[in-house]
């Protein structure tokens, strides 16, 4: 079943959109929020399969988002998310 995006989770994507790849600091800063929530958003976004952990902290909108349909009607499906830290 498709997941409707909080808030804070669209912003993310359409920051990631907009710059390809980011760091979880950079969208923090972005958005004005902590690291720590952006982190939290963002495992969740890469559990949905929207975006995909790059390794040091760095993320970016996966290719199962082939337009920007996710941005303007964000919706996901489950997936796994490997974190390295």
């Known amino acids: ?11 993310i994507l ?3 959109d907009e710059q390809q ?4 600091r950079d969208l923090a800063d972005a958005i004005d929020e902590s690291a720590v929530s952006i982190d939290i958003e ?3 976004l890469c559990e949905q399969d929207l975006i995909q952990h790059l390794g040091k ?8 988002r082939n337009d920007n349909s996710v941005v303007a009607n ?3 499906s489950a997936d796994d998310c490997d974190k390295e830290y």
């Not at 079943?1 to 912003?11: C, Y």
């Not at 790849?21 to 979880?24: E, H, Q, S, Y």
């Not at 902290?57 to 199962?64: A, E, I, V």
């Open 21 to 24: 790849t980011l760091k979880i």
């Open 74 to 76: 964000p919706r996901g």
């Open 42 to 44: 963002c495992y969740n």
């Open 57 to 64: 902290g760095r993320y970016q909108l996966t290719d199962h």
């Open 1 to 11: 079943m498709p997941q409707e995006q909080t808030d804070l989770q669209i912003e």
């Open 14 to 16: 359409r920051l990631l």
